[in-house]
């Protein structure tokens, strides 16, 4: 006999990229038990996974993203005024949000709304001075804005009933805020795909790898200028930089700063990807107070050691001195961790502590993600 599907909605503010967020509702729709479709303002199919094509997506409108003040203030007046056919006949409504999206109840309102929730926004909290002294004119206008939001925030979460994370870290943040109880909260953990992580058979090359979107808080800048402060390009060491240009601006200013022992690459290939991770000696993380990080996961599952800012998510699995190195956020502080794992002893001792990290793998993710859905299903407040 055929099991009935869970219908969900999906909303999501957008689908722009190959990230993930994006990764995580692919995750979403794959499960066998859900019958899902998938709300958007915006849907660029050439930019983000062709696995998306497999799905019902539904773009509500147009709300293309552009800049975080504009991108907001665009964004939060189609929230108010999008109304979602039919909302009442899915068993369950999931928003995925990283800030923002949540406000879409303010006119769709379900007995079972769930937030996927991969970080409040980190411009109205942890990101919040980046933000304000980027420019003037985020010095002007944040202090009057932020305010606001947070309060239409918290009125957004009371509509609420739980929410999924994929760390400790962001569970911290929802709560800390006072957005939602931690006993509605479930922290599936991150996921990898490791059945996509096909090692190549090439031999350890002196390359270290920082791959991530080209965007300006995960400070491929800092990575650049630590590496040249190591000096380990003496010993033939290479950085090499890679990933998707979301900010293309940004893309080409890291761009200029190319040399002989530093490569910077956008959109790499499955295979091209494989290979740098399967070949290189260690990876770097240098991101702001990431929410949980898959990178380092990925970088641990090809049994590379990884050097991270001791910030945000990535400190929930990278151990200091076992299968990476945890260091502060400026440019000596990477420099002597790289300098470091150039002595073999040490650097042998990590790649087996990386090795022997522990696996976050798919039906690991799937099954927290079902029984955090049938707690959910069953449970009324």
């Avoid at 420019?135 to 944040?142: D, S």
């Avoid at 791959?211 to 090499?240: C, E, H």
């Avoid at 522990?358 to 799937?366: A, G, I, N, S």
């Amino acid at each position: 006999m055929e099991v009935k599907k869970i219908k969900m909605a999906i909303f999501v503010p957008w689908i722009k990229s190959k990230g993930g967020v994006e990764r995580a509702i692919l995750k979403v729709l794959e499960d066998k038990k859900y019958d899902c479709d998938v709300y958007t303002f915006f849907y660029d199919k050439d930019r983000t996974f062709t696995d998306f094509n497999r799905y019902n997506v539904v773009v509500l409108g147009r709300a293309e993203p552009k800049g975080f003040i504009g991108r907001g203030i665009g964004l939060f007046s189609r929230m108010i005024f999008t109304k979602i056919k039919n909302l009442e006949e899915y068993d369950i409504f999931m928003i995925s949000t990283a800030g923002i999206a949540e406000f879409i109840t303010f006119r769709n309102r379900h007995k079972k709304t769930v937030t996927m929730c991969h970080t409040p926004l980190r411009t109205a909290h942890t990101m919040y001075d980046y933000y304000r002294n980027e420019n003037l004119k985020n010095r002007v206008l944040l202090p009057l804005i932020i305010p606001i939001y947070r309060l239409l925030e918290r009125s957004a979460w009371k509509r609420i009933d739980y929410s999924i994370v994929f760390s400790e870290e962001v569970k911290r943040r929802i709560v800390e805020y006072r957005l939602l109880p931690g006993d509605r909260i479930f922290n599936l953990g991150p996921h990898v795909n490791y059945s996509r992580i096909k090692k190549a058979r090439i031999k350890t090359e002196k390359i270290i790898f920082y791959p991530s979107r080209f965007i300006k808080y995960k400070r491929q800048d800092l990575a650049v200028k630590a590496f040249n402060l190591s000096g380990i390009a003496k010993y033939g060491f290479k950085l090499v930089i890679a990933g998707f240009a979301e900010d293309e601006k940004y893309f080409q200013r890291i761009k200029s700063m190319e040399s002989g022992s530093i490569v910077v690459r956008s959109d790499l290939s499955e295979e091209e990807l494989n290979r740098f991770y399967s070949g290189c000696y260690a990876t770097l993380f240098l991101a702001i107070n990431e929410d949980t990080g898959l990178t380092p996961l990925e970088s641990l599952a090809y049994h590379k050691p990884v050097i991270s800012v001791n910030e945000g998510g990535p400190k929930e699995f990278i151990k200091d001195g076992i299968n990476g190195m945890l260091v502060n956020a400026d440019e000596k502080n990477i420099a002597d961790a790289l300098k470091r794992i150039t002595d073999k002893t040490f650097y042998l001792k990590l790649v087996k502590g990386a090795k022997n990290s522990e696996r976050y793998d798919e039906k690991r993710f799937t099954k927290n993600l079902d029984n955090a859905i049938s707690v959910i299903l069953k449970k009324d407040l």
